[in-house]
């Protein structure tokens, strides 16, 4: 029977297809063979079809063991209205009560069912074992099967458990399925499953019409507001923003919706009913934009997603090629923006500790190769397939950022000796961090313990910048000349080609990487203000300020920052509702009577030089973006000591006088004089305060060096904070 069904025919029957694609009928084949399959296929590629025409057409019930409640719903209502067989596919999970179990069980009895979708929780359920030990089961697809690896992008224990259920419930054939897995998580998920002689079906990760782009992240204002520019050139169109947080996510979706895009928020911290009614509102388009943690985007089968962003980088790029799949899925148009800065790497990292030790060595690696991304200059899908094991032949592929704009090249050949020596010299045992320490020359407490310093190749590229050896190592992997140990992941080994090229070297030209400076990134935010501010206007509000601190007998910092008033020289606010959009300008602030005279010489210097003011880029803001904001104004007012506020937010003290600072300069009073007479003498109080009084700065720096060793840099920010919030507020 199995030999003789035409594929085709019945793939038009169930489906209305009238040809398969890529490995399906092939992979479909294997299944009605009833050999063990492992399928790797991009998401977009119709991997569900792998699973879903072959239970139709086998004897006894499929089952699919599947992570995402959301997707079974959806999958079993598709299949559904193929058929006019009454309860041909089903789900059981946690979220039916025991009268729908009951008719799902019914339904499988009667021989109805093809198809059982099963959350793995459900499956190891001791009566779904019971019952499911008494029914034929035609085979068992795993889906989203790197779940079952702690090297996957989302590790779930529970899918270690799959085998002995499997084992328990009765042997049949196994396909595990997969969008994203590199050679390490695919060992691991055979081993795991015990199909170590499944037939595999990889199909190439590569998706043309995915562009991809990083850009550097200068702050969260900025990068909102780069977000909403992009959103307004792409208007009507559907896309999925990923954050890392349930807050960001939250602010986010407001600040959006503040500016007019139909936007809605999607995490694991709302109700089922709210999270559903976002799917289909962001199906049925009544929405445009979901803002989401990765938990979303599993369960949505929209091929018509133009854009996916990233609001923070990644933990993973097994992660990060899943959630960017998710664009473009018809084969047209799909936009990948990423948003990358350091600090967000230090972020992620930090998440790790407390984690058991190899955990955390894991999700390390993991976001090593996430940033090599990030900062590289070489083609992005280039690097992607090569991290999944494909070469990707041209050079350019000319769409993503790198391709359109590359950088000079230079040649390299002489470095790649220096790092294949050494690679060779320290016995092929260690990661590529080690190997730079190695050739720079560094005593770091590993290299004195393996005594590697004792070496002869033991600094030989101590004279060479540091940054050349990431890149230099990073496109030596892509180019073959050396390669990560699969089963002792990261470790650097040198190939048969980097053999070759040591006889005889050749030349190895490479592009530096981007750098991702923190300190560059800041002074480029001022930069990019003042580049753009309108000096004239500029000139004005400075004379206007000093008219005002002069009437009012307040030092002109008081009135408004540098950084306010060259914003306003760059934004053109006309009216008070848009002068809260400036920084450092809040509620407060606008209640001052000096606000208007500012938006009005803004207003009237407009109108004399015939000012177009890109009104569309503006970014209306949301007030009170910050809880955090309002717990720390709650805690001060409740007279609570700010040692203790830091404590309860989980941030550091520094930290928290960023963030007071923050509301007293944009306009809110607070009264921390309970606190200064606790830990402060009132004399220093006192000589600081009158030191601001009388200085036409506020700048730390310059305050620190004017009032001497005496008075530390914490008491010199409290007392700032009292002479701001007493005189300008």
């Not at 920084?583 to 500012?598: L, P, R, S």
Request: negative net charge.
């Amino acid at each position: 029977m199995k030999g003789k069904v035409n594929l085709v025919e019945a793939l038009k029957k169930y489906f209305g297809f009238d040809k398969f694609k890529g490995d399906q009928e092939a992979i479909i084949r294997n299944v009605l063979d009833g050999n063990d399959t492992f399928v790797l296929m991009p998401t977009g590629g119709g991997k569900s079809l792998c699973y879903q025409l072959p239970s139709l057409l086998m004897e006894g019930t499929a089952i699919v063991i599947s992570p995402l409640i959301a997707l079974m719903k959806n999958q079993v209502d598709v299949i559904s209205n193929l058929s006019e067989v009454e309860g041909v596919a089903h789900y059981l999970n946690s979220s039916l009560n025991k009268a729908a179990v009951d008719q799902v069980k019914a339904d499988i009895r009667s021989g109805r069912t093809k198809l059982l979708y099963v959350a793995p929780e459900s499956l190891t359920k001791e009566d779904n074992v019971d019952f499911l030990k008494t029914v034929k089961i035609s085979f068992y697809a795993i889906d989203e099967a790197h779940c079952i690896s702690e090297w996957g992008h989302d590790f779930r224990p529970e899918y270690r458990r799959i085998r002995p259920i499997i084992n328990e419930i009765g042997k049949s054939p196994v396909i595990a399925l997969t969008a994203t897995a590199t050679d390490k998580v695919r060992t691991d998920i055979k081993k795991n499953l015990g199909i170590l002689d499944a037939i595999e079906f990889k199909s190439s990760f590569n998706r043309p019409n995915l562009y991809y782009e990083v850009r550097q992240k200068k702050g969260d204002d900025d990068t909102d507001k780069q977000i909403i520019k992009f959103i307004k050139q792409h208007t009507g169109k559907s896309g999925i923003i990923y954050c890392l947080s349930r807050k960001k996510v939250e602010e986010l979706a407001a600040v959006l919706r503040a500016n007019d895009i139909k936007a809605a928020a999607y995490h694991a911290g709302l109700d089922s009913a709210t999270r559903s009614q976002t799917q289909d509102d962001f199906l049925m388009e009544k929405i445009d934009v979901i803002v989401a943690t990765i938990a979303f985007g599993m369960g949505i089968d929209k091929p018509d997603v133009r854009f996916v962003i990233h609001y923070d980088i990644p933990k993973s790029l097994e992660g990060y090629y899943q959630e960017t799949g998710r664009s473009g899925r018809d084969g047209g148009e799909g936009l990948c923006i990423t948003f990358y800065s350091n600090k967000d790497l230090q972020k992620l990292d930090k998440f790790m500790e407390g984690k058991p030790v190899a955990e955390q060595d894991i999700g390390r690696q993991l976001l090593q190769e996430t940033a090599a991304y990030a900062e590289t200059s070489v083609c992005r899908r280039k690097m992607l397939l090569h991290y999944f094991g494909e070469i990707y032949e041209k050079d350019n592929c000319s769409n993503c950022d790198n391709c359109l704009h590359p950088k000079k090249k230079i040649e390299a050949r002489q470095w790649l000796v220096i790092v294949l020596n050494a690679i060779a010299a320290i016995k092929e045992n260690f990661r590529s961090d080690y190997v730079i320490d190695f050739v720079m020359g560094k005593e770091t407490a590993e290299i004195t313990a393996h005594k590697h310093q004792e070496l002869e190749e033991f600094g030989a590229g101590e004279d060479v910048d540091e940054k050349i050896w990431n890149p230099v190592i990073r496109q030596a992997l892509i180019a073959g000349y050396l390669k990560k140990d699969v089963e002792n992941y990261g470790l650097l080994k040198i190939t048969a080609e980097g053999k070759k090229f040591l006889k005889k070297p050749k030349s190895f030209m490479i592009v530096e990487d981007k750098e991702f400076n923190e300190e560059e990134e800041d002074e480029m935010v001022h930069e990019g203000g003042t580049c753009a501010l309108d000096p004239a206007l500029y000139s004005m509000l400075k004379d206007l300020r000093k008219k005002v601190s002069k009437k009012m007998e307040r030092p002109p910092y008081v009135i408004f920052q540098d950084v306010s008033l060259e914003q306003m020289a760059t934004d053109y606010p006309v009216t008070l509702e848009e002068l809260k959009n400036i920084q450092g300008v809040g509620e407060g602030k606008i209640k001052q009577t000096y606000a208007k005279e500012f938006v009005d010489l803004i207003k009237r210097y407009c109108e004399e030089n015939d000012i177009v003011r890109q009104a569309d880029l503006r970014v209306r803001t949301v007030a009170k973006k910050s809880m955090l904001k309002v717990k720390i104004i709650q805690s001060i007012d409740r007279q609570i000591a700010l040692d203790d506020i830091a404590n309860a937010q989980g941030i550091d003290f520094e930290d928290l006088l960023d963030e007071v600072e923050a509301i007293v300069y944009s306009g809110t009073k607070l009264n921390i004089d309970y606190f200064l007479e606790d830990v402060m003498d009132e004399d220093h109080v006192d000589d600081i305060y009158g030191y601001f009084s009388e200085s036409d700065t506020d700048d730390l720096e310059t305050a620190i060096a004017e009032l001497g060793e005496d008075y530390s840099e914490d008491e010199i920010r409290l007392v700032r904070i009292k002479f701001i919030s007493e005189m300008a507020n």
